[in-house]
């Protein structure tokens, strides 16, 4: 592994692609960064070498993967590192002739899509023994109409994959099932449908970098404080914390799959037995990746290590009570539509604290705020983009 690396980062619009960048360009490493319009949050980094204007696989994922290989077969790059999920999955598809050219730190399709659908991952975890709210998987709609009288309400119909909270529905009236359930399975063919865990437990992700060979190289847990929506979605706030049961646990899910490179497993505690439940695999780095960073975990540079031949070191460690907080816009979100806002804790108006850090906000890189503030615009004129900030229903986050 050569000490000066030149790597692309896809999907820069992204928290998790900024702490990348910054992460990377931090130890000198050469960082070129893709995305979609020049509102692009990491473009504006300090750390960015190069923008790239590419369309984004959500959007068209021909011409994604067209520009992808063109652009890794031209310009010799020590790594790709794909950070969204449609992104990941025409890599992972694709990584025989994107491997010809650079680097691509994924396991194959069929592994990816043990971690990515949800219904696969249902089955893996049962083979393996790890608990789970109770999951009802259908073959086909006449499997759902023979079944649905029987299913205990309120449920979480979910797409068996998506990204973040597109397509989750909550519902908790059982005239309502049968036609919310046709309703998802139009854009997202059969949904599996989940029982909802009541409230009151905490909410566990556990991030994990298996190494090319199935090594653990590093692991790390978060707990989710704030969300946005508030009743159920990606994190505003979070801080470390250690588990070490949910660490065994996924790292044992994970190998049943033979997964390698980064991801991480949500997990929530069910208040009827304070029992951790597994929620699903995200097969990719996640929006809380810049908490791991600060506590000192470097999962971006520990990939680096890992794939490109590097030593592996003795396992990182970080201090519990180490907090990030997503300020732009989610953190004011969730003070905006919370009705207990002024008696949060911590205060939303607790600005400054030696254990906290931010996922964008940064005297040392200012720019991606600027950037963070012109994507911002761009939502108010772009209808698809609004819809998945503004529109967001789900029973976990990142």
């Not at 409230?199 to 970098?209: F, P």
């Not at 905006?336 to 108006?349: C, D, G, V």
Request: aromatic letters at 8%; hydrophobic letters at 40%; glycine letters at 6%.
């Amino acid at each position: 592994m050569s000490d000066r690396l030149r790597v692309l980062v896809t999907d820069g619009q992204w928290r998790k692609s900024l702490a990348i960048v910054r992460a990377l360009g931090r130890q000198g490493h050469v960082v070129e960064v893709a995305g979609e319009t020049w509102a692009t949050t990491s473009f504006f980094s300090k750390y960015c070498s190069q923008r790239r204007i590419f369309p984004t696989a959500d959007r068209d994922p021909d011409a994604c993967l067209a520009a992808l290989e063109h652009t890794v077969s031209a310009q010799h790059y020590d790594l790709l590192i794909p950070t969204e999920d449609k992104t990941v999955a025409i890599c992972a598809e694709h990584r025989g002739r994107l491997a010809r050219h650079t680097v691509v730190p994924l396991p194959d399709y069929e592994t990816l899509l043990k971690a990515a659908d949800k219904a696969l991952t249902v089955e893996v975890a049962r083979a393996c023994g790890v608990p789970m709210p109770k999951t009802h998987v259908f073959a086909d709609l006449a499997e759902f109409e023979t079944s649905s009288a029987s299913i205990e309400m309120p449920v979480l119909i979910k797409p068996r994959s998506s990204s973040g909270s597109r397509g989750i529905q909550r519902v908790s009236d059982r005239s309502k099932l049968a036609a919310t359930y046709r309703a998802v399975h139009a854009d997202h063919p059969l949904p599996l449908i989940q029982e909802t865990i009541p409230a009151g437990g905490a909410a566990r992700g556990v991030s994990v970098l298996m190494g090319p060979d199935g090594e653990v190289w590093a692991s790390f847990v978060h707990e989710r404080i704030r969300e946005y929506p508030i009743h159920g979605g990606p994190s505003t706030l979070r801080v470390s914390v250690h588990d070490p049961v949910l660490v065994e646990r996924s790292i044992r899910l994970l190998r049943s799959i033979g997964w390698v490179g980064m991801a991480m497993v949500e997990y929530k505690q069910d208040p009827r037995d304070a029992e951790f439940k597994l929620l699903e695999i995200n097969p990719r780095f996640v929006g809380s990746l810049q908490l791991a960073i600060s506590a000192g975990v470097d999962f971006p540079n520990l990939l680096c290590r890992a794939f490109l031949g590097g030593t592996r070191p003795p396992t990182p460690e970080y201090p519990d009570g180490v907090m990030c907080r997503w300020l732009l816009p989610g953190d004011l979100l969730h003070f905006a539509t919370n009705p207990n806002r002024m008696s949060l804790e911590p205060s939303f108006f607790r600005f400054r604290d030696p254990n906290l850090s931010y996922d964008i906000c940064s005297w040392e890189d200012f720019g991606p705020v600027v950037g963070r503030l012109l994507a911002m615009a761009v939502l108010l004129v772009d209808p698809s983009k609004r819809a998945m900030v503004f529109g967001r229903q789900r029973d976990s986050g990142d």
